[in-house]
């Protein structure tokens, strides 16, 4: 392990209470989520003023610390092998533990349960990114002519375009892994839902459609699916388990899943769908404004992920998203007031956070950003939402909308569809901008031995 990586990781610790109090360990995009033995060995200051650290978020009975991209997968690899405890997972075929597990999982509010379907798509970003970035890369070459094979154009339009043909497959198998079921009948129920034969099939008069529902289908079905398979466990006696839990859970939840769960996963996408675009086309530069500026405190709560379920849905039915470039915006505008406190700021630390954490704010990770800087100071943080609020004005006037996901900030840029780089980029300017404005007439109390 590299030396930086060591550091973070045993300040960590010792904040913690040592490797003997952590219960748990688990890592999102940016930060190491851990549950602990005993609350009272924790410090949250220690790890605060740790090396690497940028900031501290406590979330019901776990705390997440905020250590940066990359950095997040590589310390909790770290304390996994400094701890010999390795990230939460749930086997099939052991009923007690599955048990024990969810019941812990799952005794926290609706917030949790947002993280939950967070946790289903944070696998898959990878995928989205580099899928989109193909396809813009294809749809350079053949607006410009700079391949005339067809071969090459066409495999590359099969590169960019598998993640969202198999996208329910996929989202199955990470559904089912977080809802307590096993993963092969989590994508084993997506791919029914999908399948082409579903159309030559009629039941109650009607003929079945493949795919209805999209993604929120898929989660509906596969949750459904997840219980029905944990109660099987419970009742059916260990030497019959692996042959009869697997043919009921399917016979079950398949007819279950058609005849009830894709249909109103149909209604509840279709409502989502009419509702973000209708608003966005309709409400104009206001929408785009209130989804903008009010994004950063939902990303304090580390529930902004909890939207990635809208985002693929509307990518799947329209292969365009204008959702968010919106809420893109919110970062920007961060970038803007943090800009500001750097060029106010004659506190040093500040301004060496603020250096630190500008270039990923840039690149579209913003919580550095929001816990070493702008929150803790309390008007660069309104400011902020000020500055996202005029671009996503800008986004919702031009209708700026992307062709895939996983990527904020500039980089989206690369994902925006044909034609309108130029007005996200114009987007991006105004955040920057305004935030910088409104922060810097704003003001904040510039503490001689501010800590951060």
Known sequence: MSEKIRRIS???????????????????????????????????????????????VESNEQIQIIVGPSTATKVTKTLGEMTGIQE????????????????????????????????????????FIGSGLVMGINNIIKKFELISNANITGLLGIFSAAVFSYMAIM?????????????????LMAGILISPGLADITLFGKNLVPGRGGIIAVLLVVIFTSLVERKFREVIPEALELIITPVLTILISGF?????????????SDGIGTAVTGAIEKGGALIGAVLAGTFLPLVM????????????????????????????MAGCGQVGAAIAVYAKTKNT???????????????????????????????????????????????????VGSISMGLSGLPLATLIQQNQTMLYLIGVLTAYAVGFAATYFLGFKDPENYDV
């Open 301 to 328: 709560t580390g529930l902004h992920q909890g939207l990635t379920p809208i985002h693929a849905d509307l990518l799947a039915k329209t292969g365009v998203n204008t959702l968010l470039p919106i809420l893109a």
């Open 349 to 399: 630390r500040i301004k060496k956070t603020i250096a630190s954490a500008l270039p990923v704010g840039i690149l579209g990770i913003g919580e550095p950003l929001i816990y070493g800087v702008t929150l803790p100071l309390g008007k660069p943080f309104l400011g902020a939402c000020i500055g996202g609020a005029a671009g996503g004005a800008v986004m919702a006037i031009f209708k």
């Open 10 to 56: 045993e300040g960590i610790l010792e904040g913690l209470g040592g490797k003997e109090n952590l219960q748990s360990i688990a890592h999102c995009m940016t930060r190491v989520r851990v549950t602990l033995r005993d609350y009272g060995k924790y410090d949250k200051p220690k790890i605060e003023n740790s090396f690497g650290i940028m900031g501290v």
């Open 171 to 187: 989202i199955g198998v990470n559904a089912a892994k977080e809802f307590g079921g096993s993963p092969a009948i989590g994508g």
């Open 88 to 127: 939460d997972s749930l086997e099939f075929g052991n009923a007690a533990a599955v048990k024990q597990q969810v019941t812990k999982k799952y005794k926290a509010p609706f917030s949790d349960l947002l993280k939950k379907i967070s946790n289903i798509f944070i696998p898959l970003i990878p995928a």
């Open 256 to 268: 279950v899943a058609l005849v009830v769960l894709q249909p109103l996963g149909g209604i509840i």
